[in-house]
């Protein structure tokens, strides 16, 4: 089981009581947080993220919308003594800027932060819950996208069924991973007549800053979200495709071709005050559409 | 005529929604921003400061409670094509964290940015309107203090008593600057006959983060306003002592020995929700004491 929590949706310069770029990606035991804009500890605490959750952040590229808000983050921990490993997910240049920001004013991390630099489109993370892969996406400079997937969920015992046969509590956890039961006297008890299938696996696909780009399709195909940035109403795809950013129909075209279950779309420009037809032009397109909207979880 | 506008009252980490320092100064013309903890640019907006006035940026120090909202501005201002000088004091090393910032995100900014780096006491700033001077406080790493002084104000003309004279209008701006009139007859007509005293020039002493130093004293006495830190309440001395901050009541001693007319206390420590006793605690030793409160101008 996956949610989603925005807590900044607006592009380049906030505006309009839009934070930039930050977003939460929450399993039962962990949280991700993907890119930090500027002001994001302080919506963390708005809407009650526990940092002591937090045990990877991911950053899709060097434009400040998308991490200025990441130092003020990181020495806040240590301020507040966390002791936990961190690692950082992101473009090579930024282990620089921040061993700068930190040796100037003499701060040693409270705990280890491991710096992973992306360098190709691999699999990032791959733990028991989730995997995370990057994924490249068109933008003026060096850009990324993440596709979380959460590991197959455990079957689950169905206990009125199993109590029909003479099963020892220790064949349990096999049952769970889906291997079948042979009794003593070598009769197969099928895995399916005293299990049922676990929660399906839910995957997240952020496509970061991008501009329209058929190619993302195939690396984003059939997730149960899909966030695309909408910076521009479609009658500005010109402006949009001069800056490799997306519009509104752009965005829901991908999530068509792709055939994803939602789509999530964000990243506005700050000349919009409002917001309804971002999600009329798009919902045109590809009906499952919703706004990113700050500190709404959307339940994936 | 001076007003002094706080954008931001916390220490260290962003807590009780209270933002780290940010102090802009306003004058007539122009204002001029002290600090630039996160989220300054978005305060800016909220309390009406126009960025086009603004042409000179102080920065104290290289703690990220103090600047990590500097580069997000710098490239706002950009954003909306900024075309104006800005003028940037500050500790040497900023100037590299900034450019390597830009350069990665591929952007050059649309203004020129001069960056002084502050090395010394000295007069930092000398136009027509204001002189600021850096002094040295003592903080854990290299730290500034600023003393913004209003140059003196023009004499103004009593018209009513200069009817009495034939004194030519081409005259009236050297009774300005004080001069006394010579008449054809060689009589002499002073100056306090025919003007009377301009606004008194005011000025505001900002001391950032420092340790208790009496030596500070020399540097801002008799100011107008003073702001001094006060991180803790006057219990935990030994604690501010050991993290080069201040108490209440240090800040007020400073403030007294000084004989400066006003004091602002600000830059609370996190761990106080509630700010009367940051009060109670320094007009006991200094009556005229303010607590720094967002968003709150204070006429100098």
């Known amino acids: 089981m996956l949610a989603l929590t925005i807590l900044g949706n607006n592009s380049a310069i906030p505006a309009w009581d839009r934070n930039p770029t930050a977003h939460i990606l929450q399993s039962l035991e962990e949280c991700y947080l993907i890119d930090c804009g500027e002001g994001t500890q302080i919506q963390m605490a708005k809407y009650k993220i526990r940092r002591s959750r937090l045990h990877h952040i991911f950053i899709s590229h060097l434009h400040g919308d998308h991490y200025f808000g990441l130092i003020g983050l990181l020495t ?51 733990d028991n819950k989730i995997t995370v892969k990057s994924f490249k996406v068109k933008h003026r400079i060096e850009c990324w996208g993440f596709l979380f997937t959460e590991k197959r969920n455990p079957r689950k015992i169905d206990s009125v069924r199993i109590s029909a046969y003479e099963i020892p509590k220790t064949f349990y956890e096999k049952l769970q991973k889906g291997e079948d039961y042979i009794t003593k006297k070598g009769t197969i008890i099928p895995n399916e007549e005293v299990t049922v299938a676990g929660i399906k696996p839910k995957s997240y696909a952020y496509c970061a800053d991008t501009i329209y780009d058929e190619t993302l399709v195939e690396k984003i195909k059939f997730v149960d979200l899909l966030y695309h940035e909408a910076t521009y109403l479609k009658n500005l795809q010109e402006r949009a495709a001069e800056r490799f950013h997306s519009t509104t ?52």
Chains 1, 2 share one sequence.
């Open 76 to 126: 806040s921990m240590s301020l507040l003594s966390r002791t936990q490993d961190l690692h950082l997910h992101a473009p090579a240049a930024l282990e620089q800027i921040i061993n700068l920001q930190l040796s100037v004013a003499g701060v040693q991390l409270s705990y280890p932060l491991y710096f992973h630099a992306i360098t190709t489109e691999n699999i990032i993370v791959d």
């Open 249 to 300: 129909i752009q965005a829901a075209a991908i999530a068509k071709q792709a055939e994803v279950k939602k789509l999530l779309i964000g990243h506005f420009s700050s000349k919009y005050e409002m917001l309804d037809e971002f999600l009329s032009e798009a919902t045109e397109v590809f009906e499952n559409t919703e706004l990113a909207l700050q500190g709404v979880s959307y339940r994936i």
